[in-house]
């Protein structure tokens, strides 16, 4: 019987559940989606019972196709978004459906943070600025808004903390997750108790902290369904993706494009941008860390040009994109559009930010509105990953992942804003391969990352046109100069509205 090995990677709108042999290769992959809750202007949850379902079926089918395979599940890796927080009433009773990183209701709360961020050196400490994203906010908004569901609350925990309650009885979270929380010293890897003390709640209300390859075992109950499988406790979905990739060398960059964005890169030791805070700090494990920035518009962008301004399907869309891509010229016919359908994260942390379509006039046409967007997304993907190679040194390769694989014409743009080769493999589940290897070194298939042999396929690489890259960098500084005269107006726009 051959050995398979599973990578659990729960997400915003679906979990996958990959299965990958001894050669790291991919066999089966199984996805059950659930739906996003938006009952208010800024709300982003997910029911977490539809999501431990979706959960749940995922991994019995995995057992199912297994068997049906005559294949061994040595192991379960879990990969999960970051950022999420649940309400929890002990012993596992929701208070509140689970806010995703999207919920954006405490982004005034998070303000009244800087202060106190300010005084106590926070960013430092724990490597996230003060952003409506993380736990400070979106519990400071509990006690302000919910006082009840604040007081009643035992714990609050991330949906893969919920998950793995439900399947194993224990409260536990893996430094990658919990360094995204926005609680963690990253230093001494442990809660940060000046964040606690200020919002009103203890260490008992926060789950067990973890190493990721930290192994666990299924409850009674879910044993007997599933059998004695080990459990990995695993990372964030981010982290993972860097690992899914095996970007362990200096100078190696990972950019993922989806609905939304980041460009992340590892480092052995905690990086930090103390002057401008322009990035965070995550970590994989206990002695992995992941400098970074994300944007929250990217794929969501084109979705929103797609609802509202064109009737055609999203297959026959994406494939127009392209089209404009290739045939508008760099500069879009001098339309510069500002992004910010949903706020801004790094490297500016602006909640309020707005998007904005600059120089348009009469004769631009739909095309050339798509083509500015998309340079749009692409300059912000830039601004993150300059704001890293201040820190880090120079970037020599960005591999790239996320629905933006699907798009060789808008990797070329990327490789062109960029001015570096953009490499694109044909592994398309980065975080549950990365989950996976994350798990082969726990149970001892592995000694160490940088031991794993896997000859990733390339699929494609993007090198810059010099002539365009130039171009680019030009409109680039442009671009630029258009947000900071309107960043102030973004908050001061809030009053007319």
């Known amino acids: 019987m051959d050995s398979i090995f599973i990578g659990c990677d729960i997400g915003t709108s679906s979990v996958k559940t990959v299965g990958f042999d001894e050669d790291y290769n991919s066999k089966f992959r199984i996805a059950y989606s659930y739906d996003l809750i938006s009952k208010n202007k800024d709300w982003a949850e997910l029911d977490p019972d539809e999501v431990f379902k979706a959960t749940l079926n995922s991994i019995k089918e995995s057992l199912e196709r297994s068997e049906a395979e005559d294949l061994k599940i040595e192991?379960?890796?879990?990969?999960?978004?970051?950022?999420?927080?649940?309400?929890?009433?002990?012993?596992l009773e929701p208070l509140s459906n689970c806010l995703t990183w999207a919920d954006k209701r405490a982004k005034k709360?998070?303000?009244?943070?800087?202060?106190?961020?300010?005084?106590?050196?926070?960013?430092?400490?724990?490597?996230?600025?003060?952003?409506?994203m993380y736990m400070p906010a979106k519990i400071l908004w509990f006690k302000k808004n919910r006082g009840e569901i604040f007081r009643q609350a035992d714990k609050f925990i991330s949906i893969k903390e919920y998950i793995l309650k439900k399947l194993t009885g224990r409260f536990v979270v893996?430094?990658?997750?919990?360094?995204?929380?926005?609680?963690l010293n990253i230093h001494r890897k442990e809660w940060e108790d000046e964040i606690l003390d200020y919002l009103g709640i203890g260490r008992r209300q926060l789950s067990e902290l973890v190493d990721g390859k930290k192994i666990v075992n299924f409850n009674d109950k879910y044993e007997e369904q599933f059998g004695n499988i080990p459990l990995v406790v695993g990372s964030g979905d981010g982290p993972l993706a860097n690992l899914g990739e095996l970007a362990?060398?200096?100078?190696?960059?990972?950019?993922?494009?989806?609905?939304?964005?980041?460009?992340?890169?590892?480092?052995?030791?905690?990086v930090l941008d103390n002057e401008d805070q322009r990035t965070w700090c995550y970590m994989l494990d206990d002695s992995l860390y992941l400098p970074g920035g994300a944007i929250n518009n990217g794929g969501i962008v084109l979705d929103w040009l797609r609802k509202n301004f064109c009737q055609n399907d999203r297959e026959d869309f994406l494939e127009n994109v392209s089209n404009h891509i290739k045939n508008v010229p760099p500069g879009s016919k001098g339309i510069y559009f500002l992004p910010f359908l949903t706020g801004e994260r790094s490297p500016n942390w602006n909640s309020y930010a707005k998007g904005i379509i600059f120089g348009l006039d009469y004769n631009?046409?739909?095309?050339?509105?798509?083509?500015?967007?998309l340079e749009g997304i692409s300059f912000r993907m830039c601004s993150i990953k300059e704001s890293l190679e201040d820190l880090m040194g120079d970037c020599d390769e960005i591999i790239m992942n996320?629905?933006?694989?699907?798009?060789?014409?808008?990797?070329?743009?990327?490789?062109?804003?960029?001015?570096?080769?953009?490499?694109?493999?044909?592994?398309?589940?980065?975080?549950?391969?990365?989950?996976?290897?994350?798990?082969?070194v726990a149970l001892g298939y592995e000694?160490?990352?940088?031991?794993?042999?896997?000859d990733i396929d390339i699929n494609y690489i993007k090198?810059?046109?010099?002539?365009?890259?130039?171009?680019?960098?030009?409109?680039?500084?442009?671009?630029?100069e258009i947000y900071q005269k309107n960043s102030e107006l973004f908050k001061k726009s809030c009053n007319y509205n």
């Not at 192991?75 to 012993?91: D, E, R």
Request: aromatic share 10%; glycine share 8%.
């Open 364 to 373: 631009h046409t739909f095309a050339e509105v798509v083509k500015a967007a």
């Open 447 to 454: 000694e160490r990352y940088s031991n794993i042999t896997n």
């Open 248 to 270: 362990l060398n200096t100078g190696q960059y990972v950019a993922t494009l989806g609905s939304s964005g980041a460009v992340r890169t590892f480092s052995t030791e905690p």
């Open 174 to 183: 893996d430094y990658s997750i919990a360094s995204g929380s926005g609680l």
């Open 75 to 91: 192991y379960i890796s879990f990969s999960s978004a970051l950022h999420s927080m649940i309400a929890v009433k002990t012993p």
């Open 463 to 480: 090198r810059p046109e010099e002539s365009r890259s130039q171009r680019y960098n030009e409109l680039y500084q442009f671009h630029k």
């Open 402 to 440: 996320g629905g933006v694989m699907n798009s060789k014409p808008w990797i070329q743009l990327l490789a062109d804003v960029f001015n570096i080769p953009v490499k694109v493999h044909e592994n398309r589940e980065a975080s549950a391969l990365g989950a996976v290897y994350l798990g082969a």
């Open 109 to 132: 709360l998070s303000r009244s943070l800087e202060g106190f961020y300010s005084r106590k050196d926070i960013y430092h400490k724990t490597g996230c600025p003060t952003h409506a």
